[in-house]
C-alpha cells in the first residue's frame, strides 16, 4: 500500500465582497459583516431586483506583477491575485516553488462569461469583425489556472481548472488533496474565483431565486440568492514539508468526498447529499459525533436549504452540530465558493469562533438547526465539515480538523 501523507493549510488568499486578505476576511467573518449592494458591473435596468455582492477596490496591479493585467479578464485576475496572496501568506517564495513538482487547481462555474457577453454583443452590433481581440484571448477558463502558473513562473505543475459549478472550489481543493496526500506533488495551489456574470445573474433571476434585498439562508422569511463573486486560494502541503520549514499550520484536511447524481438539473438531493457527507466523514475517520461545524452550502433559496438540513439530520441526527451559511454574508459567489468557506472554516478553528448566519430573524421549522443567528460565537472546534452543493447533481463534501502535533 502506498504511503499516504497527512496534508495541511498553510497559506491563504481572499478575495470576496467581506474583506480582502486573510486579517480582513477574518475580520469580517467574526463581524457578521454583509457584503450587499447595488450591482455595478453591468447594467441592472428593468430589474426590480439588483443587489449582489461585489468585491470592492480591487487592485489588479498590487498582486499581478508579471503578467499584463489588462490581458487578464477579472475572473483570471482574481484567481491570480489570491493565489499570490496564499503563498506569501504561507511564507513560501516563487525560488521555491520552481523545482518541486506542483498542481494549481482552481475551480469555476462561469469562467470569464463577462467577456463572453461583451463579444456576443459586439458580434450581434457590428459583425464578427467588431470583436475585441484582447477579451476574445482571454475568454478561456483553463487560463483561470494557466495564468497562476504564468504569474509565479512554475513550469513543473499541472493546471487544470474545473467546472463543476457551484461546488467547483471544494472540487479544486479535493484534487489538490489527493495530489498531496499521495506524494505524486509536494505542493498544491487550490481554490475557486469567479466574477460578476449578468448572464448568471440573468439565470437565477429568471429562476425566481434572486433576493429582493438580502440573502436569509435557513430563515422562514428567506426569498433567494444574491450572486457575488471573489475568489479563494489556499496552498496545501505535506505536514512533514511544513513541520520542516517552521510553517504555520491554519488546519489539516482530514479527508473528501465527491458525487454526481444528476437527478434534476438544478433541484438538490438529499440522499446522494446524505451519502457524501457519509463518504466524506469515512474518509476523514471521523464519526459523525467529533463534526463540531457544519458550513452548509445554504444559498437561501427555499428548496436548497430544506433539502440539505434533511440530509445533514439524516447523517447527524438529534445531534447535528451548529451550521452556518457564509452566503449570508458572501452571498454566492458561485465557483469560489466553497473555496472561501474551506479557507472559512480553517479560520474558525484556527482562531475559536462560529462565524454567523446573519439577516436573520425567524428559523423556518423545516430546517431545525442551530445557525448561529446574527452574531458569532466562541467556540473550542477540532473538526469542521464543509458543504458544496451544485446543479446536476454535483456535491463535494471537505472535512478539516485542528493541527494538534499528534497522529490521527
Request: negative net charge.
Amino acid at each position: 500500500m502506498s504511503v499516504q501523507h497527512r496534508v495541511v493549510l498553510t497559506g491563504f488568499g481572499v478575495l470576496s465582497s467581506i474583506g480582502q486578505g486573510v486579517a480582513e476576511f477574518a475580520d469580517g467573518l467574526r463581524l457578521g459583516r454583509s457584503g450587499s449592494g447595488p450591482i455595478t458591473a453591468f447594467d441592472t435596468a428593468g430589474f426590480e431586483r439588483t443587489n449582489g455582492c461585489e468585491v470592492a477596490g480591487f487592485e489588479a496591479a498590487r498582486w499581478i506583477q508579471h503578467v499584463p493585467a489588462e490581458q487578464l479578464g477579472r475572473a483570471a485576475q482574481f484567481s491570480v491575485a489570491a493565489a499570490r496572496m496564499a503563498i506569501q501568506d504561507a511564507g513560501l517564495t516563487e525560488d521555491a516553488l520552481r523545482e518541486p513538482l506542483g498542481l494549481i487547481s482552481i475551480g469555476t462555474t462561469d469562467g470569464e462569461s463577462a467577456d463572453l457577453e461583451f463579444l456576443v454583443e459586439q458580434d450581434v452590433r457590428g459583425g464578427p469583425w467588431a470583436m475585441d481581440r484582447v477579451r476574445a484571448a482571454r475568454v478561456s477558463a483553463g487560463r483561470l489556472s494557466l495564468e497562476v502558473a504564468q504569474e509565479l513562473g512554475l513550469s513543473r505543475v499541472e493546471v487544470p481548472t474545473i467546472g463543476t459549478a457551484c461546488a467547483a472550489g471544494n472540487y479544486a481543493v479535493g484534487y489538490g488533496f489527493d495530489a498531496v496526500r499521495s506524494g505524486e506533488v509536494s505542493y498544491a495551489i487550490c481554490g475557486g474565483a469567479d466574477a460578476m456574470s449578468r448572464k448568471t445573474f440573468l439565470g437565477f433571476y429568471r429562476l425566481g431565486t434572486i433576493s429582493p434585498d438580502v440573502p436569509r439562508p435557513f430563515d422562514v422569511g428567506r426569498e433567494g440568492i444574491l450572486t457575488g463573486e471573489g475568489a479563494g486560494a489556499m496552498v496545501m502541503e505535506t505536514l512533514e514539508s511544513a513541520l520542516n520549514r517552521g510553517a504555520r499550520i491554519y488546519a489539516e484536511v482530514l479527508g473528501y468526498a465527491l458525487n454526481c447524481d444528476a437527478h434534476h438539473p438544478v433541484a438538490p438531493d438529499e440522499a446522494s447529499i446524505a451519502r457524501c457527507i457519509q463518504l466524506a466523514l469515512k474518509d476523514a475517520n471521523v464519526k459523525p459525533s467529533e463534526v463540531d461545524l457544519i458550513s452548509a452550502h445554504g444559498t437561501g433559496t427555499k428548496a436548497n436549504d430544506v433539502t440539505e438540513v434533511r440530509a445533514i439530520r439524516s447523517v447527524f441526527g438529534a445531534d447535528t452540530p451548529r451550521t452556518v451559511s457564509l452566503k449570508s454574508m458572501l452571498g454566492h459567489t458561485m465557483g469560489a465558493a466553497s473555496a472561501l468557506a474551506t479557507i472559512a472554516s480553517a479560520l474558525a478553528i484556527t482562531h475559536g469562533f462560529i462565524p454567523p448566519t446573519i439577516n436573520h430573524r425567524e428559523t423556518d421549522p423545516e430546517c431545525p438547526i442551530d445557525c448561529v443567528p446574527n452574531i458569532a460565537v466562541p467556540a473550542d472546534l477540532r473538526i469542521v465539515q464543509n458543504n458544496g452543493l451544485a446543479f446536476g447533481g454535483n456535491n463535494a463534501i471537505l472535512v478539516l480538523g485542528r493541527y494538534e502535533g499528534k497522529p490521527r
